[in-house]
């Protein structure tokens, strides 16, 4: 019963490099999204895919690209990491459209120096 | 863009107090939800709300629906040390876009 499977963890940047956040479920649900964690400002949805196939941008896309791979997965790559960038990211999931009890993963805390 | 305003931003109280926190929009919401997270976690549903004026319990948890459509509560009551953590309220001013909080931080001494 993994639910939704981030790795890795923890990774620091130096500012410039590049790099990808994976995202996996394994409870068949059409519906993935990446948000970002800053402290005093809740969590904050970058970008979605509804279903596999489609990926839409959410409140704060910028710098920032997706890949839906297939139904379970879903990634988020940094092509050129800021320090502005440094935040902990959380994908979640949602099995029906209109549902939002979400299925949030454990997160990737970014640090970017 | 869209924002929900939550209060309070941190709460201390002792074991055993009763908690009410809420949350406002500038928009009106279909639905409102109340997620908790623990150090370390993503967070986790504790109450969904579907219709204003709706009153939904979850053993010590009560969350309700403002008849505006425009805000929501939490109350906890009698707290136990388990409850301390993160409490997000959020909303989906679209389909498929879920807004959070800034979320309550709160915080109970034994």
């Known amino acids: 019963n993994a639910g939704v499977t981030q790795t890795p963890k923890f990774q620091v940047l130096k500012t410039g490099q590049s790099m990808t956040l994976q995202c996996a479920q394994d409870m068949n649900h059409n519906s993935m999204y990446w948000y970002r964690q800053d402290p005093g400002m809740g969590l904050r949805l970058i970008y979605y895919?509804?279903?596999?196939?489609?990926?839409d941008k959410g409140e704060v896309p910028n710098g920032y690209n997706v890949s839906r791979l297939n139904k379970r997965e879903f990634s988020l790559r940094l092509e050129s990491a800021a320090p502005s960038q440094t935040s902990v990211y959380f994908c979640?999931?949602?099995?029906?459209?209109?549902?939002?009890?979400?299925?949030f993963g454990s997160g990737t805390r970014l640090t970017v120096v | 863009g869209q924002q929900l305003n939550q209060s309070p931003q941190s709460m201390f109280i002792q074991e055993g107090e009763d908690v009410s926190m809420n949350c406002t929009s500038s928009?009106?919401?279909?639905?409102w939800l109340w997620y908790k997270q623990e150090p370390g976690e993503g967070p986790v549903l504790l109450i969904a709300?579907?219709?204003?004026?709706e009153l939904t319990s979850n053993g010590r948890l009560t969350a309700q629906f403002g008849i505006t459509r425009k805000d929501s509560f939490l109350n906890i009551s009698a707290s136990i040390p388990s409850d301390v953590g993160i409490y997000f309220c959020a909303g989906p001013p679209e389909a498929q876009k879920l807004v959070f909080g800034q979320g309550t931080r709160l915080t109970i001494n034994p």
């Open positions: 928009s009106i919401f279909n639905t």
């Open positions: 895919s509804a279903s596999e196939g489609t990926t």
């Open positions: 979640a999931s949602s099995g029906t459209t209109g549902h939002y009890g979400y299925t």
């Open positions: 709300l579907y219709k204003a004026g």
